[in-house]
Nanobody, 120 residues
Framework: VQLQASGGGLVQPGGSLRLSCVAS????????VGWFRQGPGKEREFVAV????????TYSDSARGRFTISRDNAKNTVYLQMNSLNPEDTGVYFC??????????????WGQGTQVTVSS
């Protein structure tokens, strides 16, 4: 599976962004897709994951209530809608795919990342 993340950018605190992760290469609906982020000087951390069917989602404590993960298997795309962004959300956001929905960064396939910067 090849993954391409996009949608990052510079946003003011309190603003919103929607990230997209487009997949190609295999039957997309067979894979769970997770979003991870890595802030400056920080380790990569889990943000959210959605199962292949889209019926189940899991969020980190920091993302729950502000971020929404969704998918459109007809478009081979997973989205991460991020609202109420704050500077602590700054980092490179990666999407990843695996046969199992995981909260640890042991996914088989990874995209290249998209930069999100939250600053006034």
């Amino acid at each position: 599976v090849q993954l391409q993340a996009s949608g990052g950018g510079l946003v003011q605190p309190g603003g919103s962004l929607r990230l997209s992760c487009v997949a190609s290469g295999r039957t997309f609906g067979n894979f769970a897709v997770g979003w991870f982020r890595q802030g400056p000087g920080k380790e990569r951390e889990f943000v959210a994951v959605i199962t292949g069917t889209g019926f189940s989602t899991t969020y980190s404590d920091s993302a729950r209530g502000r971020f929404t993960i969704s998918r459109d298997n007809a478009k081979n795309t997973v989205y991460l809608q991020m609202n109420s962004l704050n500077p602590e959300d700054t980092g490179v956001y990666f999407c990843a795919a695996d046969a199992r929905a995981r909260t640890s960064a042991v996914y088989e396939f990874w995209g290249q990342g998209t930069q999100v910067t939250v600053s006034s």
